[in-house]
């Protein structure tokens, strides 16, 4: 058992982060943040709209300071975007701070999942294959240094299922800590 106050996904895109996400919140009666929809609430710009303006560099300076105040947070259960483990500071403070659910997606799962999606910033190349695989070669293992727990979440449209697998799997591998310890 790893006693933590909060639970934290991360994954890759079209891993499900946000759909399982909020179904385990409401499970365990916890809210649920994402933390892209977060940022994006923040600053009333889309992430597609901070690229461009301010660059992945800049987005990732957002990202790494909103992580850090909603992982101060205890009790809830965030999921963050797929590159958020990019930054060595995000992975201390995923680790220090909650339990890690690694939602693990095959490419083949996210083309299918992300096929209508014209929307995400990454996802903007001629070989959009190429492209996630790519992104799956240079985070899967930092996805894998941060995780407490790994979940295959391959299948099309299965979200529910997934967080009824998770429940199943964090009741045994998972014990909320106090909420309000920091």
Not at 1 to 11: E, I, K, Q, T, Y
Not at 31 to 40: N, R
Request: charge should be neutral; aromatic fraction near 4%.
């Amino acid at each position: 058992m790893n006693p933590a106050p909060s639970l934290f996904l991360v994954g890759p895109m079209g891993a499900g982060k946000t759909t399982v996400g909020r179904l385990i919140a409401e499970l365990f009666r916890m809210p649920f943040i994402d933390l892209d929809q977060e940022i994006e609430a923040r600053t009333g710009a889309d992430v597609g709209l901070i690229f461009e303006l301010e660059g992945e560099s800049g987005f990732r300076r957002r990202e790494r300071a909103m992580l850090a105040e909603l992982a101060a947070r205890r009790g809830l259960v965030l999921a963050t975007g797929g590159g958020a483990v990019l930054d060595p500071a995000n992975r201390r403070v995923l680790r220090e701070n909650g339990f890690v659910i690694w939602l693990d997606a095959s490419v083949d799962a996210q083309l299918a999942r992300l096929a209508r999606d014209r929307q995400r910033p990454l996802l903007q190349a001629p070989d959009r294959r190429e492209r996630l695989e790519k992104l799956a070669g240079e985070r899967n293992p930092l996805y894998a240094e941060v995780a407490d727990l790994r979940l295959a979440s391959s299948g099309v449209g299965n979200s529910a299922h997934a967080a009824h697998d998770l429940l199943d799997l964090l009741e045994a591998r998972w014990r909320r800590g106090n909420p309000e310890a920091a």
